[in-house]
């Protein structure tokens, strides 16, 4: 659950996803679910010209498991804290359901 | 269970539920569109479901559920080839949800600019075939070329995801 409430700081960022069809899309994040699927607004298809059906689209809800990369705007994310929070939740299993919290 | 008349029939907690059409289901919908009735489709939201084996269906969504099973009604399957396009009617469309790729919202405003061309299905299915074949043909030549450089191309592009 640590890169869904990740994924949720980064709501209003623009960013760039590019899915196992080597699509490529950039706008702005939406909202993201627990299995990552991504909604974005106000999207631009890199590469436009190959992909003539994604012309008339604005908004459009991505499914997680099609993903491949997030390209992400790096002033947006804190690496250390990301890194840190990581070693936390590998270090608690147990927390590791139940989201970036501790459970005391 | 008491699945409302408004809201959508599964508990998700997905991002779908703004794209769910549900003005059929309101009481008021007279009152909003009075032409409604006479023309019922041409209120409603098309969105566009691109699935992984690349096919583009235009429907308006009716349902869905955690997974992205998606329903669509009054579906068209759209071919695109070069900057022509061709439509079959396919009606209602249940999805299964890990065939999807993606399912964007249509602004029918940018429907107006585009500088894409409606054929024939005829015409586009030829069209599509040939376009296979000729993408075929490259293929061919490139793996033999390949091939005879002593590089393996066991390599097909199918279904990679």
Excluded: W
Excluded at chain 1, 68 to 74: A, E, G, K, M, T
Excluded at chain 2, 84 to 99: A, K
Aim: proline share 3%.
């Amino acid at each position: 659950m640590l890169f869904y409430s990740f994924f949720k700081t980064l709501v209003d960022q623009t960013v760039t996803i590019e899915l196992k069809n080597d699509l490529a899309i950039t706008g702005t994040l939406v909202s993201v679910d627990q299995f990552l699927n991504i909604k974005l607004d106000n999207i631009k298809v890199v590469d436009e010209a190959r992909y003539p059906h994604m012309i008339t689209v604005k908004n459009c809800f991505i499914r997680g498991s099609v993903v491949r990369y997030v390209q992400l705007p790096s002033q947006a994310v804190d690496t250390a804290l990301l890194q840190d929070a990581a070693r936390r939740e590998a270090a608690q299993p147990s927390t590791a359901q139940q989201g970036n919290v501790r459970v005391k | 269970m008491n699945s409302g008349a408004s809201g959508p029939f599964f508990t998700t907690s997905t991002g779908l539920v703004d794209s769910v059409d549900s003005r059929l289901f309101s009481r008021h919908r007279t009152s909003l569109h009075p032409h409604y009735i006479a023309n019922p489709l041409d209120f409603l939201e098309k969105l566009v479901v691109v699935l992984r084996d690349g096919r583009k269906l235009i429907g308006i969504l009716r349902s869905f559920d955690q997974f992205a099973n998606l329903v669509l009604q009054d579906t068209i399957e759209r071919i695109y080839v070069g900057n022509c396009y061709g439509d079959i009617p396919r009606g209602i469309f249940l999805i299964r949800g890990e065939n999807v790729v993606l399912l964007g919202e249509i602004d029918p405003e940018r429907e107006d600019f585009t500088n894409l061309q409606q054929v024939p299905v005829e015409d586009i299915l030829v069209a599509q075939r040939e376009e296979l074949e000729s993408k075929q043909k490259r293929e061919k030549i490139k793996n033999q070329t390949l091939h005879d450089r002593g590089f393996s191309v066991d390599y097909m592009e199918t279904d990679l995801y």
